[in-house]
């Protein structure tokens, strides 16, 4: 079973910059790619992007150019680093893995507030 445990979450002010790390349990890390999701009150949950086994990256528009995801495959932590926040930018983040060849992301972690203050 793989687990998921997301931290580095916390309340800043617009313009600021947190990252989130995504710690995997398990040794077969390198083989999964690894996914951002969040979720704000009253809203679906929403893809933030994704960092595939062999580091390609992608993102949703709205955060192209301020957000980037990262993978440390000796660490079994992917990150997301999050550079001039908004108060849109307000959710509960999610990291996920998928394994190579799934058509879904298996494994969710627990979530961790972000909020961003104007």
């Known amino acids: 079973q793989v687990q998921l445990v997301e931290s580095g979450g916390g309340l800043v002010e617009a313009g600021d910059s947190l990252r989130l790390s995504c710690a995997v349990s398990g040794r077969t890390f390198s083989s999964y790619d690894m996914g951002w999701f969040r979720q704000a009150p009253g809203n679906e949950r929403e893809f933030v992007g994704t960092i595939t086994w062999r580091g390609r990256t992608n993102y949703t528009d709205s955060v192209k150019g301020r957000f980037t995801i990262s993978r440390d495959n000796a660490k079994n932590t992917a990150y997301l680093q999050m550079n001039y926040l908004k108060p849109e930018d307000t959710a509960v983040y999610y990291c996920?893995?998928?394994?190579?060849?799934?058509?879904?992301?298996?494994?969710w972690g627990q979530g961790t507030q972000v909020t961003v203050s104007s």
């Open positions: 996920a893995a998928r394994r190579i060849g799934a058509p879904s992301f298996d494994f």
